[in-house]
């Protein structure tokens, strides 16, 4: 219960840019995910996205949350593209934590393997 109750404050925690590993990822419209250094706000470089509603970011791999549920990832300091996930259709937040990619949908939270994409399990909330 402990794990939930920090994922959902992760969910319910303003949209401000997020920040790990020295790396800034933020939304900059729908089709354009910008990285930044977080130490001295360097421009690291964009990825041309799709339809993006959310960005997440750990110090290993940013998590881009498209309309339609789809969820792709990239390299955080290279903004290289590491593969895409297909979530539910309905989900409304990405975020990355530890290495696991969490999406949240209408009453229910799904796990996803940063590294590999691989489903992890799912908890309904």
Known sequence: MRILSCLLSVFLASTVPLMAGGVV???KNSSMVVR????????????SVSQAVAVGCDGET????????RVSRYAAK???FLGSISADSKATDVQVTGGVIVVRSPGRLSRYSAQNGSFLG????
Not at 36 to 47: C, K, M, Q, R, W
Not at 62 to 69: D, E, K, N, R, T
Request: aromatic letters at 4%; proline letters at 0%.
């Open 25 to 27: 990822a933020a939304l």
């Open 36 to 47: 930044s250094d977080a130490g001295n706000g360097a421009f690291l470089g964009s990825i």
């Open 62 to 69: 940013i998590a881009v949350l498209s309309s339609g549920g």
């Open 78 to 80: 290279s903004g290289s």
């Open 122 to 125: 799912s908890s309904s909330i």
